[in-house]
């Protein structure tokens, strides 16, 4: 089955309101008109009406970098399903290792936030990943199947048309350690057949897995190159245009 590559672009905690525009600005520029690969980007949440505004038009999709499970209330600082949709959203993030990690999200919080974004017609980027102890302890399936196992509890086999999993192994996230190709297919092919077991073939074939960890222009045609790698989730290099744009060519 050919998937359609899946390039999106987590700009974390960084640029200013004028730097978030002007970086979307500059990217309709250079790849606002791709067809061939699916692109989106997922800017700070106050900056998500700016970016809307200047991807306006073009096939830049809008996401944000996580969301709340609860619709509205006593949620201080949380944004809800329905504030990221009006604001022009079609992705979010969910489980990225920095939520994991520095915030403390547990595989169960994530599960309840997957749960929501789906049910309310956001399409969610599942993040999993294993430590760097965790690979060296030969731990690394199982910890990414528990992510994925947990992480999609209840989710039906007929809304993971809705699901991009993300294989970010943490060693390799803003680290400029890039994990080798071989070493990103062989977890790649291993989540597809787990997808096989939990829902079924057809499924597992149908479902995206991008690979996130320094990905960038140079290193990105041998990653989308391998045949269970259908995209990529960058961090740093979503930050400069030509960067993003560099590893957007690679992949068509
Ligand atoms: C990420 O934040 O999802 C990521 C992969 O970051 P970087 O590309 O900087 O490693």
């Known amino acids: 089955m050919s ?7 987590n700009w974390k905690m960084n640029t200013s309101q004028a730097e978030a525009t002007d970086l979307a600005k500059a990217l309709v ?11 989106a980007v997922c800017p700070p949440a106050v900056y998500l009406s700016s ?15 996580n969301v709340f499970y609860e619709d509205n209330g006593a949620f201080t600082g949380e944004l809800s399903t329905a504030m990221l949709k009006d604001v022009g959203c079609k992705y979010v993030i969910l489980g990225h290792s920095e939520r994991r990690h520095v915030i403390g999200e547990s595989d169960e919080f994530i599960n309840r936030k997957v749960f929501k974004a789906l049910a309310d017609g956001l399409l969610v980027i599942l993040c999993v990943g294993e430590l760097l102890e965790q690979r060296q302890a ?7 199947v ?5 992480g999609l509890e209840g ?3 007929s809304d993971m048309a809705n699901v991009t999993i993300a294989y970010e192994p943490v060693w390799a996230i803003g680290t400029g350690v890039t994990a080798s190709p071989d070493q990103a297919q062989e977890v ?11 829902y079924d073939d057809s499924v597992a ?14 290193n990105a045609a041998e990653l989308l190159g391998q045949p269970d790698i259908d995209g990529a989730l960058v961090g740093g290099a979503a930050l400069k245009a030509a960067d993003f744009a560099g590893i957007v060519r690679a992949g068509m």
């Open 3 to 9: 998937r359609k590559l899946f390039i999106a672009g």
């Open 29 to 39: 520029e250079a790849i606002g008109s791709v067809d061939q690969v699916d692109l």
């Open 51 to 65: 970016v809307a505004n200047a991807l306006a038009g073009s096939n830049i999709a809008l996401g944000g970098q």
């Open 138 to 144: 030969g731990q690394t399936d199982e910890v990414v």
């Open 146 to 150: 528990e992510q994925i196992k947990i």
């Open 155 to 157: 989710v039906q086999g």
């Open 188 to 198: 790649h092919a291993m989540i597809r057949n787990l997808l096989a077991e939990m």
């Open 205 to 218: 074939d149908a479902t995206i897995i991008q690979y996130g960890g320094s990905v960038k222009p140079s």
